[in-house]
């Protein structure tokens, strides 16, 4: 397969993943329905509460192994990967675009859809920043990424997506790996579990940088 091929596939993913995040799918509301769902709630004292709240919920979301399965029935993506890890990617990314939206950003902007993406890296966030020539200090905060111009941003989109994809082959090895049937939902439930906890971290650290 071409670098072309590599890239188009790299680009395709992104933007399947950010829409299904931006639109909804199935039972999954949108990323704005999400995060209006936080805001109207007046039992918070802030939005650093209402995003704790948030990614706690998320996550138990993908902890729940059927849940996933289920999701995964209705995920469609341009480019084949695991259904499971693509339902697991789409409820990420619509955490990571709630939060961005209570923290006042428009998540239909490809700056923040770029942000959105990035913060299911996790602690790769950095590096893939740095991998794109962006030299970032040792918080990732959305004034420091403000400031990189747009044009990057398409490399650091190809970056992510290669990043993912990746990710999708080493998934892949990991469930062909688990030979227990009785224990391999516990097991898949607990790395989606903590693979979303990071991206809420990274997406706090990204959005609401205080």
Same mark, same amino acid.
């Given at each position: 397969?071409? +670098? ?5 596939? &790299? ?16 039972? @999954? ?18 939005? !650093? ?10 996550? !138990? ?13 209705? /995920?469609?993506?341009? %480019? ?14 619509? *955490? ?5 939206? /209570?923290? $006042?950003?428009?998540? +239909?902007?490809?700056?923040? #859809?770029?942000? *959105? ?20 200090? #040792? ?10 111009? =747009? ?9 992510? $997506?290669? #990043? @993912? @994809?990746?990710? &999708? ?10 030979? %227990?049937?009785? %224990? !391999? =939902? @516990?097991?898949?439930? %607990? ?9 809420? &971290?990274?997406? #706090? ?6």
């Amino acid at each position: 397969m071409s +670098k072309d091929d590599d890239e188009s596939k &790299a680009e395709k993913l992104i933007k399947g993943i950010t829409d299904l995040a931006i639109n909804g799918v199935g039972p @999954l509301s949108s990323s704005h329905m999400l995060a209006q769902e936080y805001l109207i709630d007046k039992s918070y004292e802030s939005n !650093s509460d209402r995003i704790s709240s948030l990614i706690n919920w998320e996550t !138990s979301k993908n902890f729940t192994t059927g849940f996933i399965t289920g999701l995964g029935g209705l /995920i469609t993506l341009p %480019v084949a990967i695991p259904s499971a890890l693509g339902a697991s990617w789409a409820i990420q990314a619509r *955490m990571v675009g709630a939060i961005a939206e /209570i923290c $006042g950003n428009d998540i +239909k902007e490809d700056r923040v #859809r770029t942000l *959105m993406i990035l913060a299911i890296c996790g602690d790769s966030a950095k590096e893939i920043l740095k991998q794109a020539g962006v030299q970032v200090g #040792r918080k990732l905060t959305q004034k420091t990424i403000e400031k990189i111009p =747009g044009k990057v941003f398409i490399e650091i989109n190809k970056k992510v $997506g290669f #990043r @993912l @994809l990746t990710k &999708a082959g080493e998934k892949g090895v990991f469930n062909a790996m688990k030979a %227990v049937p009785l %224990v !391999s =939902g @516990l097991v898949g439930g %607990v790395f989606d579990a903590v693979t979303c906890q990071a991206t809420g &971290a990274a997406a #706090r650290k990204i959005f609401h940088s205080e």
